[in-house]
């Protein structure tokens, strides 16, 4: 499989771009890639899929706006697309609110695109998968997936915008799975040849190893030590629920009414940075803005949410880049969220705590109360109680109903290592491993 | 059938037994769809857009294989069956047992749902006006913060052809819509929607589906209520009897029953993500999964229901199964591959796969609790001391589908069989098995009604399936509630 590349995705678009309106805006992408699933230690699902979408914003008088979209790369397909959008935005009534399409900006460099990742095949992957499963005991069994993906973005409008870029993506993730016990290690990154198997495959086989044989513990108040995968939990729910502008203009977020207030612990720095280069992020947002690093939360303080072009004008500001692609009634994101390392190995922070727990990472949490910041789900996959500074035994699963701002703000220590981790259902974010007093757990499962 | 489409289908069948398939199957898919959101006066997005090609599934070397492409050209589908092929054989070093498939007999043959009135073709000048309509009325409310409506509509027309001689087409209409009422201040979000949380209650129905919901003439009732959600009392924190409303008993019944018996998940298939299940096949007729009252069907046939179609996507024909019957267990939600592993000769037809690009996945149909004899006055004038709550707010799970948390919109306290005040904030939890064991009345068909749930993920790469669950109001006894954070 072979890039389209600017020129050739710029032509596909075109004739949406030729089709009469006060403003036309385009989205294309093209993706390809496969992915490996496997459990019981066996091969079970192996995909790949290639697709392409072209995706238009028609604008006309009074800031009227219609979305269309088709899987169909070719010209008739393209137009008529465009014309759909025309018509839904002839029906629209005018939006004062709309800002326009954006003009023409320099997009910053970044080369996030790995040739050997984006022609990886199957023999590839399963390569991989055997690897992975090649440590685990003879009562184990391995399941989790290997991926490797292209993706090609070109974000163009009649002002003259066209910004284009590509990324790989390779991921892994090896579930050792023990008669009563199960670990987990997952990673992502841009290319295959910096997956670390060998490590990747020890870690989960250890926590299955050491989680044996886990016992129950009374729900309650406990330290914790969260590992990133944990840690990123909280954060990824904080933007959900209060990171993007339209919330915080709504007085729906969290931080709204409260910027510049400290809201947590002042070892907590949340950034978007999807410029960092171990980010799997793009150079730019889906109306064409450059991308930047904005720091939301410094230092216990809050700073900013993420804004569109929309918000922004609502609030006489300026986009910073993290528009999703339109039509959007929840508004700007971040997609690449990063919690600031601190400078406390995972072992010290297990090291300092008396009595707690280590969370190997969160399952299905969700909210309980959006502007409290109240969230609750499940440990897996390792959850360990720590005693005098070590880990004295595996206990079964618990349920933990928590303020998240009030876990940042109990947070004594940060882990000096990120890791890039997805909540289900999320997109990647990176956290380190942070250590919380007073973390509330309110039920216990069965294993 | 669109001979084009049909043609393409058959000659990647050609390919990938030339190439060495032992089976395979190509689905071509095209799925069209229209999304409207509204908020207070403003549109917030209207969203157009069709997405079709064709996804191929083969058995290899005794492995599976799939590829899928929106490259509707011979040489791209050629293509595309030789490397589903590929990837086959690249798996099948690492299988223990070749995937075996359960017996189904071909078929030609094709299933429409029943539209009345096309939702795509009525105007988006109706649909805008009742939409703002339901927002303006919300928005008359003093104290409302924001008010929202949306219409979602989709249509799929699918072809599925296999190597074993099935030729099936169907065409698939679903619509929903729904309104929310958001009430804020310094410290709280109260919201209250309709007819369901979620964008509202969906159905694999016209846009009769949509007009039948009378948006307009709750959207002031519910507006009040998320206004005087601010200022109601919390939840209490304790141990009560608990009467829970047809949507939420839905989504309990998704959640905490419909996962779990999906074969896929027993058998470890989604360990590493979603999870696996506490049932085992040798629970089968001996597990207490519930009450006398608690008996659970799997209905593909429901008509209008969401989950709702003529054949699966293995061309397994949509039937009713009995999963749970008087409060114990029987039978999984399975798929030809998963059937023979626990020694059954059929599959029951629920594979489907959210598009033409992924594979399909055993996912619910319309789950269901079959009516009780009671009703909500009955129950709510049999409990002396209780709490009812109203419409999902936020669910969690484990792993294994035992220990849950779910919120609610609203809740009223019930004191001496009445409802009384107006309770904020309200969630419950437990655990799956004794939850179910406390039920001791469930509505009758006069309140039995089937909810469609349009976001239920699964898999990797990530798929939503739209399912539907039929229920009715219920009522559990002893259950913790009001947990706080």
Known sequence: ????????????????????????????????????????????????REDVEIRVMAVLAGGRTGVAS?????????????????????????????????????????????????????????????????????????????????????VANSNGVSAYAATTRAGVSLMAIAPDSTGISEVLTRRVGDLDLERIASRAIGKAEHGRDPQPLAPGSYTVVLEPAASSTLMQFLAWIGFGAKAFLEDRSFLSDRMGERVCSELVTIVDDPLAPESLGLPFDFEGTPARRIALIERGVAKSVVWDRTTAKQAGLSSTGHALPPPNPEGPFPLNLLMEPGERSLEDLIASTERGLLVTRFHYSNIVNEKETVLTGMTRDGTFLIEDGKLARPVMNLRYTQNALEALSNVEAVGDTTEISTELFFGGSRAPALKIRDFKFSSATTH | MDPFLRDLCERALDVARTAGASYADARYLAEEWESIDVQDQTVQGIDRGVTSGIGIRVIAGGAWGFAGTARLEPHEIERAARLAVDIARSGAGLLRTPV???????????????????????????????????????????????????????????????????????????????????????????????????????????????????????????????????????????????????????????????HPLELDRVLGMEAAYAGTSFVSPKDRGHLRYGSDHITITADATLEGALGSFGYDDEGVEARRETLIEDGIFHRFITSRETAPQIGEDRSNGTMRASGWDVIPLIRMTNINLEPGASSLDEMVS???????????????????????????????????????R????????????????????????????????????????????????????????????????
Not at chain 2, 225 to 249: F, G, K, N, R, W
Not at chain 2, 389 to 413: C, H, P, Y
């Open chain 1, 70 to 154: 088709t899987h169909a790369a070719n010209g008739e397909a393209v137009r008529k697309a465009a014309q759909d959008a025309v018509a839904i935005a002839r029906v629209c009534p005018p939006s004062p609110a709309f800002p326009g399409l954006a003009e023409p900006q320099e997009i910053p460099g970044k080369d996030g695109y790995d040739e050997e990742t984006a022609q990886a095949g199957p023999s590839d992957r399963a390569a991989v998968v055997r690897r992975l499963l090649a440590g685990l005991a003879g009562d184990m069994a391995g399941a989790g997936f290997s991926e490797t993906v292209a993706d090609e973005v070109l």
């Open chain 2, 422 to 485: 107006m309770l904020r904030n309200p969630n419950y939890a437990g655990r799956t098995v004794d939850f179910w064991s406390s039920c001791d009345a469930v509505g009758g068909p006069a309140e039995w009604g089937a909810w469609g749930t349009p976001n239920c993920g699964k898999g990797q790469p990530g798929q939503t399936a739209r399912v539907g669950h039929g229920t009715a109001p219920a009522r559990f006894r002893n259950v913790r509630v009001g947990v706080r954070g």
């Open chain 2, 100 to 258: 075996r498939l359960a017996e189904e007999p071909p078929r030609e043959t094709a299933w429409s749902s029943t539209v009345i009135e096309d939702p795509f073709a009525v105007s988006l000048d109706d649909k805008l006006g009742l939409l703002f309509e339901a927002t303006a009325i919300m928005r008359g409310v003093e104290g409302l913060a924001i008010a929202e409506a949306s219409i979602d509509l989709w249509r799929r027309t699918s072809i599925l052809t296999t190597s074993e001689g099935s030729r099936i087409s169907q065409t698939i209409t679903q619509s929903g819509a729904g309104i929310r009422a958001l009430a804020i201040n310094e410290r709280e979000i109260q919201q209250r929607s309709y007819p369901n949380s979620f964008r509202g209650h969906f159905a694999c129905s016209g846009y009769e589906h949509i007009r039948a919901m009378d948006l307009t003439g709750n959207a002031a009732r519910i507006a009040g209520e998320a206004v005087a959600l601010l200022s109601a009392p919390e939840c209490p924190s304790t141990e009560t009897t608990l009467v829970l409303d047809a949507p939420q008993i839905a989504l309990q019944v998704h959640e905490s029953i419909g």
């Open chain 2, 382 to 420: 049999t409990t002396d001391d209780g709490i009812f709550m109203s419409t999902n707010l936020s669910w969690s799970i484990d792993d294994k589908r035992v220990n849950f948390q779910f919120g609610t919109e609203i809740a009223w306290e019930i004191k001496k069989g009445r409802l009384g």
């Open chain 1, 1 to 48: 499989m072979t890039r389209l590349g600017r020129d050739r995705m710029l032509e596909i678009v075109q004739p949406a771009l030729a089709v009469q309106a006060d403003g036309i805006h385009v989205l294309g992408f093209h993706s390809w890639g496969g992915l490996t699933r496997f459990a019981s230690s066996e091969i079970h699902q192996n995909t790949w």
